[in-house]
């Protein structure tokens, strides 16, 4: 029987406090990653506290924190990804990203 080596996993402390974001249709194997909120549209801060405010001129996108910020010109920026608590993607089999989730000890 041969095993494989497979990626981190979450902390104890990442799985209680943590907000990952992860494809969509979260699947076993996938890479989970810190989320990323971007603004793309109007310029400055939401002016509710920092709540995100919909307006016709602003888009919310969010997307992994290792990723580059989208362009504001891509109408498909920020599709496909979600946030899950790190708990849930960790119970459905995504693995820690490196870059997000730098290994202990590093």
């Known amino acids: 029987m041969t ?4 990626g981190a996993r979450f902390t104890n ?3 209680a406090a943590i907000i990952v974001c ?9 890479l989970a990653h810190k989320a990323a909120h971007h603004s793309i ?3 400055g801060n939401p002016p509710t506290g920092g709540r995100p405010v919909f307006t016709p001129d602003r ?3 969010i997307g992994p924190a290792c990723q580059p910020t989208p362009d504001p010109a891509d109408p498909h920026a920020g599709r ?3 946030e899950y608590s790190a ?3 960790d119970h ?5 990203c490196p870059v997000c989730f730098p290994p202990e000890g590093v």
């Open 92 to 96: 459905l089999g995504a693995l820690a």
């Open 80 to 82: 496909g990804w979600a």
């Open 3 to 6: 095993t494989t080596a497979t």
């Open 22 to 30: 992860a494809p969509v249709q979260l699947a076993p194997g996938v």
């Open 87 to 89: 708990g849930w993607a």
């Open 13 to 15: 402390g990442q799985r």
């Open 59 to 61: 888009r919310w996108v």
């Open 41 to 43: 549209g109007a310029e």
